[in-house]
């Protein structure tokens, strides 16, 4: 008879002999062979010759009577029956790494030998994963990818200061295999906030994917391309420190990464409408509430299928992910100053200097930081660490007295720096500018420090003249204090020049304004 048809197919098989009372015509009405027609109505006569009979007969009985077992065997009642029994086992075992459909089989016949071949067991299990919906998600690898995306519409808060409503982007993370999600706000979508993202991401998952996929986000990807994208070296440098891969879907495909646009649609309906009427005063308060709402999302059950997205994400992702290590990833950056004559290295970033060896003094340098660490390398030796300063554009000096040379003086004088000498050059131009420049020396805890606000001082008379300097600096003896940015903007403003000039709040005198005394 050819392949195994099923009941429903047998039944109007015989419907449509008994209509037809012909073999042929009964072969052309359901487009099959004639000999297939012939073999169901001979099998059916030899238990009734009234067909009509049949008709009234339940699925096993006919099976008993179309596929009848042979000695020893069960019917194809009973091999059906065995089948499904399984079914949701083999479902749940599919989940599981390295589990494949042969192997599932191969348990399957050693068990029942009698049962289904490799072909019948693929296409039977296949239209019950396809019944319940679960093809594709059987498609992702338990523990593999977190798809990451932002979301096209923004969430809010409010300062509570000026009143001001601040926007925020929403970044959406997700396994595709269990649907498990992460959501943060952020401030924006640069490379520094979507890092933040992603550190956050893989601790709320608290394990390593061997794959981060997201579209060509400008945070993400510096050059898109089909076969070999280009990152952006922050991300580069999460991957390496995570020893997670980047992925980029192709150009204008977010299919690629279906299930975090799908999600991020979730995402409206389960975090930003139930949240929609509340008023949050700040980005911390805002993601609490968001992570309120991600629990109520996760453990809510599926629609489809048993359990949730905690439970499967525990189950079957967690356990196969590799540990997260010690630290978290921290964005690292790199510049090559000169280290200056007072063995210092300068952060532009910040304004801020860091102490070196001082026999390295001129040398270039590579000086890597992160929003904790300093730390500075001279011929790919690392010669310096520092802990950061905490304020910022403060031109503030962290020296190591280690890195200090052991007779001060005399490293002063072979530079051809101390103080001495500037307070000569400093004389030449006049008492003012010599008291401007003693004033600078003593204002910094290790004298050498301020060499180069010395040294820019003086440099000012070459470009202002000696003049205009000295009114400047006697500007500042007014006020009992100079440093040289206050000298250089006084001068920039031309406020020496106005020395002479009338006070606007000082009366000038005049015979016919009276003093205080006449009102006594």
Known sequence: MGKIKRMDQVRQIIEAYIA???LKATARRLQISKNTVKAYVRLGKAYNEDLSQLLSLSEPELLSIFYPSKDGEPSAAGRSEVFQSKVAYWIK???KVGVTRHLLWQEYRREHPEGYGYSQFCERLGRELERRDLTLRLNHEAGKAMQVDFAGKKMHWVDAYSG??????????VFPHSQYTFAIALPSQKVGDFIHGLNQALLFFGGLPQVILSDNLKAYVTRADKYDPQFNELCVQLGAHYQVDLAATRVGKPKDKASVENMVGTVYRR???????EVFYSLEELNAAIIQQLRIHNTTPYQQKEGNRYDAFHTYELPVMRALPSDLFEVKKIVNPLVRRDYHVYLAEEKNYYSVPYQHAGKRATVIYTSSIVE?????????????????DAHQHQTNPEHMPQN?????????????????????IGAATRWAVEHILVSRIHETQSYNSCKGLLGLAKKYSNVRLENAARRCQKVDKASYSMIKRILIHKLDMESDQLELFNMPEHDNIRGPEAYQ
């Open 164 to 173: 001001e409503v601040q926007e925020c982007e929403v970044l959406v993370a």
């Open 408 to 428: 001060h003086s005399e490293w002063k004088k072979a530079r051809g720096y101390n103080a001495a000498y500037f307070l000569s050059q400093a004389e030449k």
């Open 20 to 22: 037809t009372n012909s």
């Open 376 to 392: 500075v390398y001279i011929d790919n030796q690392r010669v310096a660490t520092h802990q950061r300063l905490l304020y910022r």
């Open 271 to 277: 975090i930003y409408a139930p949240l929609r009427n």
């Open 93 to 95: 075992e599919l989940r």
